[in-house]
């Protein structure tokens, strides 16, 4: 770490491969420190989906958390208020500005919201797309924006990639479900497009803590524009790369590579936190002594502000190439779990309990294995135990809590080394 920065790579592998092998895994660890002043420029923009499924206690508990959350604004940030329906209604303040955070901006902005009143339909592409539009207007801020949604999109679908598309880089979004017609696979893609988070608030009281949390969050942010840029040698491969910690994310997709065979990964906003990252890499065939180096840089702004090496190194000597890093192995055994969870709600989907219950009791024994135990806890509301080591899915296994535990499949947890250094071992939002 340099003072100058804050950032922080250390890396956790076992360098060495037998003869014949030319992949290897290694888990990279990114710090951030902020100095005490550094308080970033942040937009906070509230969408609250209004379609007439929201009637009821959904609409007034949307109303009290979207207040809640403008608590957490700092004076010297922005805001801005969207009401979603067939089309995005700005609230507060209009015209597509944004807000400054003084009391007399928030009080107006909750007299907004108590007048405001149901609408029609989901079209949360649109309400992202005018998310993006007032975040624009103040480009030097960092842009979040915190959905509220109880249903599914119902654009059609070409519009909706669009509108997607048009927001990429221009936020970050925390989208949150409640009720149970919204769809876990559309939240997820959001969260994984803007580097956020999805969550099921399933009992509505508790709404205008998960507001206030996400919000504070976003407050929290102190540089944005933060990318991992890895350089290997020719012939060198990148076969995966995943956020690991704390929340799960496959960032391979989103490289973008440049010249001199670098591959750049945008890692969004950062506050004061740890993030953990899993890599597959596969090397060029080598023979027995040599050494082959992959170079990691954290790059803002065009300038590295930390730096590591992933080294390969071959040896024929079994006792060096056959250990395996704690680290390493606590996350692949954490993705394979996760996995294991998805497979197993699809499987639930399809009505087919038998492979279901496979998928998930394996998924337990994952959880458990790395000591995640909210997630270890939201499996086994899904399941009925015989006490004799049988299990079945639960005859009153619903929506809901499928739901549950697909968020909470989200969530990981630090590996062994981390935790032996105080850290909390419960996953957490990033």
Same mark, same amino acid.
């Given at each position: 770490m340099t003072d100058q920065t804050g950032f922080a790579i250390s890396v956790a592998q076992n360098p060495y491969l037998p003869p014949d092998e030319t992949t290897m895994y290694a888990v990279a660890t990114v710090e951030f420190a902020p100095a005490e002043e550094t308080r970033a420029d942040v937009a906070e923009i509230i969408v609250i989906d209004r379609s007439g499924s929201?009637? #009821?206690?959904k609409f007034? *508990?949307? @109303?009290?958390?979207? @207040?809640?959350?403008? #608590?957490?604004?700092?004076?010297?940030? =922005? +805001?801005?208020?969207?009401?979603?329906?067939t089309r995005a209604t700005e609230l507060y303040p209009g015209g597509g500005r944004l807000a400054g955070g =003084? $009391? *007399?901006? @928030?009080?107006?902005?909750?007299?907004?919201? %108590?007048?405001?009143k149901l609408g029609s339909a989901t079209s949360i592409g649109a309400w992202l797309r005018r998310a993006a539009d007032i975040a624009a207007t103040r480009p030097a801020a960092i842009g979040h924006v915190l959905l509220l949604t109880d249903g599914q999109v119902n654009?059609?679908? =070409? &519009?909706?990639?669009?509108?997607? %598309?048009?927001c990429k880089g221009k936020f970050a979004c925390d989208a949150i479900g409640i009720g149970t017609g919204w769809n876990a696979e559309e939240l997820g893609r959001i969260a994984r497009l803007f580097h956020g988070t999805r969550e099921y608030c399933r009992d509505l009281p508790d709404l205008a803590d998960f507001f206030t949390a996400a919000s504070e969050r976003a407050m929290g942010k102190a540089v944005d524009g933060i990318e991992l840029v890895v350089k290997g040698p020719k012939g060198f491969e990148l076969k995966g790369l995943w956020q690991a910690y704390p929340v799960e994310r496959d960032l391979l997709p989103g490289g973008r590579e440049s010249a001199g065979r670098r591959t750049a990964f945008d890692l969004g906003a950062w506050g004061a936190e740890r993030r953990q990252y899993l890599m597959e890499l596969a090397f060029p065939a080598t023979g027995t002594g040599y050494r082959r180096d992959v170079r990691l840089e954290l790059v803002r702004r065009g300038e590295? &502000? /930390? #730096? #590591?090496?992933?080294? /390969?190194?071959?040896?024929?000597?079994p006792a060096e190439s056959e250990a395996f890093h704690p680290d390493v192995v606590h996350h692949r055994t954490q993705l394979a779990g996760i996995e294991h969870i998805r497979r197993g709600l699809r499987y639930w989907h399809e009505r087919n309990?038998?492979?279901?219950?496979?998928?998930?009791?394996?998924?337990?024994?994952?959880? $458990?294995?790395?000591?995640?135990?909210?997630?270890? $806890? =939201?499996?086994?509301? +899904?399941?009925d135990f015989d006490g004799r080591g049988n299990a079945t899915i639960r005859t009153d296994a619903s929506g809901g809590r499928a739901l549950w535990l697909a968020t909470r499949g989200d969530y990981t947890v630090h590996t062994p080394s981390s935790r032996e250094a105080g850290d909390d071992e419960e996953g957490g939002g990033s």
């Open positions: 929201m009637a #009821g206690p007034e *508990e949307a @109303k009290r958390a979207a @207040k809640a959350a403008l #608590g957490a604004v700092r004076a010297d940030a =922005s +805001f801005a208020l969207i009401a979603g329906g =003084s $009391e *007399e901006h @928030k009080e107006a902005a909750a007299r907004a919201i %108590d007048a405001m654009q059609l679908p =070409s &519009v909706y990639d669009t509108d997607l %598309d048009y590295a &502000v /930390a #730096g #590591g090496l992933v080294s /390969a190194q071959w040896t024929d000597n309990p038998a492979a279901a219950t496979h998928q998930l009791l394996t998924a337990l024994e994952h959880a $458990e294995q790395v000591g995640n135990r909210d997630q270890a $806890e =939201s499996i086994r509301e +899904f399941l």
